[in-house]
């Protein structure tokens, strides 16, 4: 698995995400100890879904700064984003020139 991590802080064991590819270009994201998919509605809000459907969809996006940015692949422009504090941000609030949205890119 990848640790997903904001480029300000850095995610222990108990955060550890598995981010998986669904198809070229798209991934999942599931936390290995909630064992909980990622999943973001059509409102831009994240959540935990115990079963992997199309909202568990994201667009994994190389930004120029060599960072990645998640994008919802069933509600475009909307994208993952997490605050300094850790804490959710709305999808639809954002834009992948926010640092909110930039998460260190996998290996």
Same mark, same amino acid.
């Given at each position: 698995?990848?640790?997903?991590? =904001?480029?300000?802080?850095?995610?222990?064991s108990v955060g550890l995400l598995e981010i998986s590819p669904?198809?070229?270009g798209v991934v999942s994201i599931f936390g290995?100890?909630?064992?909980?998919?990622?999943? #973001?509605?059509?409102?831009?809000?994240?959540?935990?879904?115990?079963?992997? +459907?199309?909202?568990?969809?994201?667009?994994?996006?190389?930004? =120029? +700064?060599?960072?990645?940015?998640?994008?919802?692949?069933?509600?475009?422009? #909307?994208?993952?984003?997490?605050?300094?504090?850790?804490?959710?941000?709305?999808?639809?609030?954002?834009? =992948?020139? #926010?640092?909110?949205?930039?998460?260190? =890119?996998?290996?």
């Amino acid at each position: 698995g990848t640790a997903l991590c =904001p480029p300000d802080s850095c995610v222990s064991s108990v955060g550890l995400l598995e981010i998986s590819p669904v198809e070229r270009g798209v991934v999942s994201i599931f936390g290995v100890r909630s064992r909980l998919f990622v999943a #973001m509605n059509s409102k831009g809000k994240l959540y935990g879904s115990t079963h992997f +459907n199309n909202e568990c969809e994201f667009k994994e996006i190389l930004l =120029p +700064n060599n960072y990645n940015a998640y994008e919802s692949r069933i509600y475009p422009g #909307m994208y993952i984003a997490l605050s300094k504090n850790g804490r959710t941000k709305k999808g639809n609030k954002v834009s =992948p020139t #926010m640092t909110v949205t930039h998460f260190l =890119p996998r290996i």
